[in-house]
T-cell receptor
Framework: DVKVTQSSRYLVKRTGEKVFLECVQD?????MFWYRQDPGLGLRLIYF???????EKGDIPEGYSVSREKKERFSLILESASTNQTSMYLCASSLRGQGATDTQYFGPGTRLTVL | AQSVSQHNHHVILSEAASLELGCNYSYGGTVNLFWYVQYPGQHLQLLLKYFSGDPLVKGIKGFEAEFIKSKFSFNLRKPSVQWSDTAEYFC??????????FGRGTSLIVHP
């Protein structure tokens, strides 16, 4: 079974702090994704990565950056946290280029509150 | 750009009622279609998927979905829901890339 783990389930930070969210997957997937999930808005893609050191902006990258130094690890960074970044953050991974088998496997999520 | 619409945002049913959740997408070419489910306190997981072949796809826990190409739809169905089906359901569409577009989700509450 694919396992995607996220470093924290709950996180409380103050405005202006630098925040790191870590994600690790154990199935050698090429693709990794960061989403934020907000009520009524579904999942919105922040960034994704299709290989080590490669990254692409998603739909809402402003205020975020990412890092992928190793294949299994994908980090989301909030350079200066703001209250409007309070949300549930989901990490996912998938195989690449498999067409219909691009099933995404999700982590448990990190609920971030910025005060 | 493709878009995915889930028309039912909140659905409340009694146990044993039948369920149908709508999902429509905007792209006219070849698509891969997914339904994901998020049970309370749990992570998102795949419910079922369609890529080719029989347009009626069966998934876990008695769910099924039908791909109707002419209607750009991939509706999720279950003939008799249970209290344990209470969850949020997301439709997703993948158009030739590995980056799916998600709908806004449908919150299903099943009363015992």
């Amino acid at each position: 079974d694919v396992k995607v783990t996220q470093s924290s389930r709950y996180l409380v930070k103050r405005t202006g702090e630098k925040v790191f969210l870590e994600c690790v997957q154990d199935m050698d997937h090429e693709n990794m994704f960061w989403y934020r999930q907000d009520p009524g808005l579904g999942l919105r893609l922040i960034y994704f990565s299709y290989d080590v050191k490669m990254k692409e902006k998603g739909d809402i990258p402003e205020g975020y950056s990412v890092s992928r130094e190793k294949k299994e690890r994908f980090s989301l960074i909030l350079e200066s946290a703001s209250t409007n970044q309070t949300s549930m953050y989901l990490c996912a991974s998938s195989l690449r280029g498999q067409g219909a088998t691009d099933t995404q496997y999700f982590g448990p999520g990190t609920r971030l509150t910025v005060l | 750009a493709q878009s995915v619409s889930q028309h039912n945002h909140h659905v409340i049913l009694s146990e044993a009622a039948s369920l149908e959740l709508g999902c429509n997408y905007s792209y006219g070419g070849t698509v891969n279609l997914f339904w994901y489910v998020q049970y309370p306190g749990q992570h998102l997981q795949l419910l079922l998927k369609y890529f080719s072949g029989d347009p009626l796809v069966k998934g876990i826990k008695g769910f099924e979905a039908e791909f109707i190409k002419s209607k750009f739809s991939f509706n999720l169905r279950k003939p008799s829901v249970q209290w344990s089906d209470t969850a949020e359901y997301f439709c997703a569409v993948n158009v030739g890339s590995y980056i799916p577009t998600f709908g806004r989700g449908t919150s299903l509450i099943v009363h015992p």
